[in-house]
């Protein structure tokens, strides 16, 4: 069975089946068998259905495939099933023990599963929730996908984190081949998973760049997510590289970024060097450039500067 994608599930589903009559008493439920919540549950169903518990998706961000458990209770002449006095929408449900606290554990008429796959809409939506940051994985895979020999040279089963780039583009104006140039101050967020072209106008200076990773080697780290801070005991140092992707021109280094200044890491860390901006070389074209963030295995302040501006050692760089 193919895994069907949360986002085609973010609706209540119709719930039916042949032989059903609608002057019967069920008792609906749908686990989410992989996370352990309760994510519906009707009774009085169909005839006077009472909704318990609101129907909410399984944000599956795993790449392996989770379990929607849909459960059929006959309650005809019964009391109507209640929760635990203690239950809250992300508290695990223990299945077993609500059957036995209302005498259904002989009642089961129906069951169904539904096969959830992993998408971007439910790794994002635990992002915002502030549960689980998986974005990179979404990265991971399409770069996966990339016949490349740059990318062929990446250890890409490593990659277990996102940077959040944003350039500002400052308010021009200047006469150019004759003609008036006029351009308002922008902000450019970068998007890792597009294919939308930035102007090389509005990477004129270096961008601002956020590392949205929790050093798993680390056990004094307090994360806050919707701050985009960190707080952290540790001694880990990271290097932010740009690099030309065909070329492999080395645009940019900062190296020993501490863990604890991985929010703001384009303004932190010594700087190898300094940022060269990153025009295309013919105008008509666009290039690619990429941004790396790399642990560091030791301190690299003994590195030599480059120089300010292009030259060989920055064409040499490996």
């Given amino acids: 069975m193919k895994p069907v994608q949360p986002f085609l599930i973010r609706k209540k589903p119709e719930i039916s089946w042949k032989g059903l009559q609608y002057d019967q008493s069920l008792t609906i439920l749908i686990v989410d068998a992989g996370f352990g919540t309760l994510n519906y549950m009707v009774t009085d ?3 006077k259905p009472k909704v318990l518990v609101d129907y909410r998706l399984s944000d599956n961000y795993h790449s392996a495939p989770n379990a929607l458990v849909v459960l059929a209770f006959k309650s005809e002449g019964k009391p109507a099933p209640v929760l635990p006095s203690d239950f809250s929408a992300d508290s695990l449900f223990d299945l077993s023990k609500f059957m036995l606290d209302n005498d259904l554990s002989d ?18 939506r635990q992002r915002v929730k502030g549960s689980v940051d998986y974005c990179h994985s979404l990265l991971k895979k399409k770069l996966h996908h990339k016949v490349d020999e740059f990318y062929s040279r990446l250890p890409l089963h490593h990659l277990n984190s996102w940077m959040s780039i944003t350039y500002q583009q400052p308010a021009i104006s200047a006469n150019v081949c004759c003609r008036k140039l006029s351009l308002s101050a922008e902000s450019h967020r970068l998007d890792p998973l597009g294919n939308a072209s930035i102007s090389a106008l509005a990477t004129l200076y270096h961008p601002t760049v956020s590392s949205h990773r929790i050093p798993l080697t680390n056990n004094f780290v307090n994360y806050h997510r919707h701050t985009r801070t960190f707080v952290a005991l540790g001694d880990d140092l990271y290097t932010l590289a740009l690099i030309d ?40 074209n666009c290039t690619n450039f990429v941004f790396l963030l790399l642990i560091q295995p030791s301190s690299l302040a003994e590195l030599d500067a480059y120089c300010q501006g292009s030259c060989r050692k920055r064409k040499e760089f490996r």
């Fill in 107 to 124: 009642d089961l008429v129906g069951l169904s599963v539904i096969i959830v796959g992993s998408d971007a809409f439910a790794i994002e």
């Fill in 245 to 284: 992707k065909d070329s492999e021109v080395l645009h940019w280094l900062l190296v020993d970024i501490p863990v604890g200044e991985l929010s703001d890491a384009g303004n932190k860390g010594i700087t190898i060097a300094n940022y060269l901006h990153p025009a295309p070389r013919e105008p008509t």
């Fill in 45 to 47: 169903f169909p005839r």
